[in-house]
């Protein structure tokens, strides 16, 4: 099986790239310049350099790809005119060169984001059926991207991947949680308390693969999570990460308004750097939502999939991994 993956450097990129290695398919990865080719894998994928802009490399890239595995885009921007471009355009152009080069014969696999769909309410976590209402620029991007890949089922075999927080060996987004486990404290953000849908990024992997050898129709939208019934409680998870560092953490209640205090000078760093802060303004409207959870139980019945690494498994090799890097 000949394969393409976006995004190949990423964190969740680079998982998917071993594990198509690991079943004997043929890789090849668009990257760009920038982008630095993990060590282990770099001399057995075939790379395009450039990114979802460029028609000429988007075509070379495409050229005789059985499945496409786009997860290339924005998780971090300045503005909702960036993520724009970057995630809904570059989107459109993969997808419009795969119709215009007659690949419609592949099977197209997008890896959106649960904040595609916005946050759930109390102890009813997102589903497939539920209407969207992203809060976040970053969101409004993930799903005008879906609305664009379900305008062209009919033309190209597609599916859509709604992953909850990823988290794992690489990630730089869930290193939050060591890092403030690290401080020995585990501050409690207001009264309300706060829940999150996760998944390991290995599962995850797992359920890309399933999405494209399993049988189904075109057009299907699957929700990735580990399965914990109406997710994980925010301070449940850093007091978890503080055990698979063995810091025991003392308990800081603050009110919420700190954090929109903290993003002021956030903003102004960023300004004066050039670098997107994790604290922006876009990430701000998403952390004032309590429930960000969903439901795995379609991937579950259409697909056979089934979460193997639970939260407490998946935090200690999370910890390893970043103690041996020396992230933390």
Same mark, same amino acid.
């Given at each position: 099986?000949?394969?393409?993956?976006?995004? &190949?450097?990423?964190?969740?990129?680079?998982?998917?790239?071993?594990?198509?290695?690991?079943?004997?398919?043929?890789?090849?990865?668009?990257?760009?310049?920038?982008?630095?080719?993990?060590? =282990?894998? &770099?001399?057995?994928?075939?790379?395009?350099?450039? =990114?979802? %802009?460029?028609?000429?490399?988007?075509?070379?890239?495409? %050229?005789?790809? /059985?499945?496409?595995?786009?997860?290339?885009?924005?998780?971090?921007? $300045? /503005?909702? *005119?960036?993520?724009?471009?970057?995630? #809904?355009?570059?989107?459109?152009? *993969?997808?419009?060169?795969?119709?215009?080069?007659?690949?419609?014969?592949?099977?197209?696999?997008?890896?959106? %984001?649960?904040?595609?769909?916005?946050?759930?309410?109390?102890?009813?976590?997102?589903?497939? =059926? /539920?209407?969207?209402?992203?809060?976040? %620029?970053?969101?409004?991007?993930?799903?005008? &991207?879906?609305?664009?890949?379900?305008?062209?089922?009919?033309?190209?075999?597609?599916?859509?991947?709604?992953?909850? #927080? +990823?988290?794992?060996?690489?990630?730089?987004?869930?290193?939050?949680?060591?890092?403030?486990?690290?401080?020995?404290?585990?501050?409690?953000?207001?009264?309300?308390?706060?829940?999150?849908?996760?998944?390991?990024?290995?599962?995850?992997?797992?359920? *890309?693969?399933?999405?494209?050898?399993?049988?189904? $129709?075109?057009?299907?939208?699957?929700?990735?999570?580990?399965?914990?019934?109406?997710?994980?409680?925010?301070?449940?998870?850093?007091?978890?990460?503080?055990?698979?560092?063995?810091? !025991?953490? *003392? !308990?800081?209640?603050? !009110?919420?308004?700190?954090?929109?205090?903290?993003? +002021?000078? &956030?903003?102004?760093?960023?300004?004066?750097?050039?670098?997107?802060?994790?604290?922006?303004? =876009?990430?701000?409207?998403?952390?004032?939502?309590?429930?960000?959870?969903?439901?795995?139980?379609?991937?579950?019945?259409?697909?056979?999939?089934?979460?193997?690494?639970?939260?407490?498994?998946?935090?200690?090799?999370?910890?390893?991994?970043?103690?041996?890097?020396?992230?933390?």
């Amino acid at each position: 099986m000949k394969v393409l993956v976006t995004g &190949a450097t990423g964190f969740i990129g680079q998982h998917l790239v071993r594990f198509l290695l690991a079943e004997n398919c043929q890789v090849r990865a668009l990257c760009r310049s920038s982008s630095r080719k993990p060590d =282990d894998f &770099a001399q057995k994928v075939e790379w395009r350099t450039g =990114d979802l %802009s460029e028609p000429e490399v988007l075509k070379s890239a495409v %050229s005789d790809a /059985d499945v496409v595995f786009h997860l290339a885009g924005a998780i971090k921007a $300045p /503005d909702a *005119l960036t993520f724009n471009r970057i995630n #809904v355009c570059g989107t459109t152009n *993969l997808l419009n060169t795969l119709v215009h080069y007659g690949k419609t014969g592949v099977r197209f696999v997008y890896v959106s %984001s649960l904040s595609a769909c916005g946050p759930a309410t109390p102890w009813s976590p997102k589903n497939e =059926d /539920d209407p969207c209402f992203p809060v976040s %620029s970053y969101g409004q991007s993930k799903l005008e &991207a879906e609305i664009e890949v379900l305008k062209r089922k009919n033309k190209i075999w597609c599916a859509i991947v709604r992953p909850a #927080v +990823v988290y794992g060996p690489g990630d730089r987004e869930s290193l939050i949680f060591f890092k403030i486990a690290k401080s020995r404290l585990n501050p409690h953000l207001g009264l309300e308390k706060r829940f999150v849908s996760m998944i390991f990024v290995d599962d995850l992997v797992n359920l *890309l693969w399933l999405t494209v050898i399993r049988d189904q $129709p075109s057009g299907e939208v699957y929700f990735a999570c580990d399965g914990q019934a109406n997710g994980h409680d925010w301070n449940q998870i850093i007091a978890g990460a503080g055990r698979a560092l063995n810091f !025991p953490l *003392l !308990p800081l209640f603050l !009110p919420y308004i700190l954090l929109s205090v903290i993003a +002021v000078p &956030a903003r102004f760093f960023s300004k004066m750097s050039g670098r997107i802060t994790s604290l922006n303004r =876009d990430k701000l409207k998403e952390l004032r939502q309590t429930h960000w959870t969903c439901s795995c139980a379609k991937a579950r019945k259409r697909l056979g999939f089934q979460a193997r690494v639970e939260l407490p498994e998946g935090l200690q090799r999370a910890a390893i991994w970043y103690q041996e890097q020396k992230w933390i």
